[in-house]
C-alpha cells in the first residue's frame, strides 16, 4: 500500500461495530473482563488503548518498524528510551541536538550515571574514535536542529552493527514521508509528534518506534512502567493530522524551496541553510538517503537588530517556538530552543544572535515571502 493511503487507512485494526469513518475516541482509563481470567484485549489504558493503538500501529506501519508507542511529548519519549541504559553506559550523540534532548542528556542522564559525547555525527570518524567499551549507542538527529546538518545513516548504521550499538534516529524533521531510517539501518526511531505528525501547533506528542520484536519488548515494558502515554484524546488529534501527512509534506517542502531561494538573494541575509538547495553541503548525501528536504530553514541575518526587527515585525508568521504545523513560525533558537546549550557550544555550532529557524507552513508561500520582505524592508 503506498503511504499516502497507510496515512488514512494504516490503523485500521480496531472492532467498533457501529461503522464510524473516524476512529472513535475511546475515553476509558480502564476496561471491564469479560470473565475470569479473560481479556477483551484491553485492561487498562497505561498498557494499550483502543483509539491509542490505531495511531500505534498507523506509525508503525509508515516507518516500516515493527512498533511504535504514543508518548505525552516528545521529551516523554526521549525519556523513557534512556530507560534502555545503566549507570555506566556511554552514549554518542550528535552535537547539534533539539535542545531539550542535550538538556535531558546533560542533566538527568549524566545524574544517572551516563556518560554522553557529543560530537558531529555527520563525520563518522569521530563517532568511530568516541567509542569505547563502554559505549551502547549513537543518538542522530537528521537533520539537525537548527543547522541542517546531515548525518549518513547507512554509514553510521554500519559502525554500530561492527561495534554492536544501538543506532536511533530522530526523525522528526522529515518524517517517514521523507526518510525512513529504519530501512536504513536505525534500530530506533524518535519523533516529536508534536511537529509535523500532529501538524496543526495543537497537540503534544511523540513516539517511539522499533525495529523488531526485542525491541519492542524492552521498549514496551519501560513505557507501561513509566507511563507517560498519550490520551485518547490526543491520539485521535494525531490520528487525524496523519490523514494529510502526505500533502502537507510536499506543499511545504515545495514552499520551503521557494522560500529559501528568495532569502538567497536578499542583501541583508548572510546565509540560508537548506538542505534542499543544491548549495548546501549536504545536498547529495540528502538526495540519497531522503525524498526530500522538508520544510525547516535556518537563515543567518546581518546583525542582532535585523534579527531583532524581524521577530517583532513579521505579522503572518508568528514568533513561537515550535515546528512543523500549517502555521508558519519563526524562532530564535540562541533565546528559544537553545537557551540551556553552554554559550561557547552553541557559538561553535553557528547558533549565534543572527541565527533564525523558520518552520513553512501551508500557507501561500508569495504571502510569507511578503511577510518576510515587509519585516526585513523595516530595518533599511
Ligand atoms: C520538539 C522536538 C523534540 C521534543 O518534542 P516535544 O514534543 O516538544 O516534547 C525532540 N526532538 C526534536 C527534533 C524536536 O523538534
Known amino acids: 500500500m503506498d503511504f499516502s493511503t497507510l496515512c488514512i487507512h494504516g490503523g485500521k485494526c480496531c472492532c467498533d461495530t457501529s461503522g464510524a469513518v473516524s476512529v472513535p475516541i475511546y475515553q476509558s482509563a480502564t476496561f471491564a473482563h469479560p470473565a475470569v481470567g479473560q481479556s477483551t484485549g484491553y485492561d487498562y489504558s497505561r498498557l494499550q488503548n483502543p483509539t491509542r493503538e490505531q495511531l500505534e500501529v498507523t506509525v508503525a506501519k509508515l516507518e516500516n518498524g515493527a512498533d511504535a508507542m504514543a508518548f505525552s511529548s516528545g521529551m516523554a519519549a526521549v525519556a523513557a528510551l534512556m530507560e534502555l541504559f545503566s549507570p555506566g553506559d556511554h552514549i554518542i550523540a550528535s552535537d547539534d541536538l533539539y535542545g531539550g534532548s542535550h538538556r535531558l542528556l546533560h542533566s538527568i542522564s549524566r545524574k544517572n550515571g551516563i ?34 546538518q546531515v548525518t549518513d545513516i547507512a554509514a553510521v548504521s554500519s559502525i554500530c552493527r561492527a561495534h554492536n550499538l544501538l543506532l536511533i534516529v530522530d526523525n522528526t524533521f522529515l518524517t517517514p514521508y521523507f526518510q525512513k531510517p529504519l530501512l536504513l539501518g536505525a534500530d530506533i526511531v524518535v519523533h516529536s509528534g508534536t511537529k509535523y505528525l500532529g501538524g496543526h501547533n495543537d497537540t503534544l506528542a511523540g513516539f517511539l518506534v522499533a525495529k523488531d520484536a526485542g525491541l519492542s519488548e524492552r521498549l514496551r515494558y519501560i513505557y507501561k512502567t513509566t507511563g507517560a502515554c498519550l490520551s485518547p484524546f490526543d491520539s485521535w488529534l494525531l490520528i487525524r493530522g496523519i490523514k494529510t501527512l502526505s500533502v502537507r509534506m510536499e506543499r511545504q517542502q515545495q514552499s520551503a524551496l521557494k522560500i529559501a531561494e528568495w532569502l538567497r538573494t536578499q542583501k541583508s ?13 549536504d545536498y547529495e ?96
Do not use: W
Not at 541575509?269 to 553541503?281: D, E, M, Q, T
Open 285 to 380: 548525501i540528502s538526495k540519497r538517503q531522503a525524498s526530500g528536504f522538508g520544510a525547516m530553514i535556518s537563515f543567518e541575518v546581518d546583525g542582532s537588530e535585523t534579527a531583532r526587527r524581524l521577530l517583532e515585525h513579521v505579522s503572518l508568521i508568528q514568533y513561537a517556538e515550535s515546528l512543523g504545523g500549517v502555521e508558519s513560525l519563526i524562532t530564535y533558537p540562541m533565546l528559544q530552543t537553545h537557551a540551556d546549550v553552554p554559550a561557547e557550544e552553541r557559538e561553535a555550532k553557528g547558533i549565534n544572535e543572527r541565527l533564525l529557524r523558520l518552520s513553512v507552513g501551508l500557507e501561500c508561500a508569495d504571502d510569507l515571502i511578503a511577510d518576510l520582505n515587509q519585516a526585513l524592508g523595516r530595518n533599511a
Open 269 to 281: 541575509i548572510r546565509a540560508v541553510h537548506y538542505a534542499g538547495l543544491p548549495s548546501h553541503p
Open 115 to 148: 556518560a554522553v559525547d557529543l560530537v558531529n555525527t555527520s563525520d563518522c570518524s569521530l563517532i568511530t574514535s568516541h567509542i569505547h567499551p563502554q559505549t551502547k549507542a549513537v543518538l542522530v538527529e537528521t537533520p539537525s536542529n537548527p543547522m541542517m
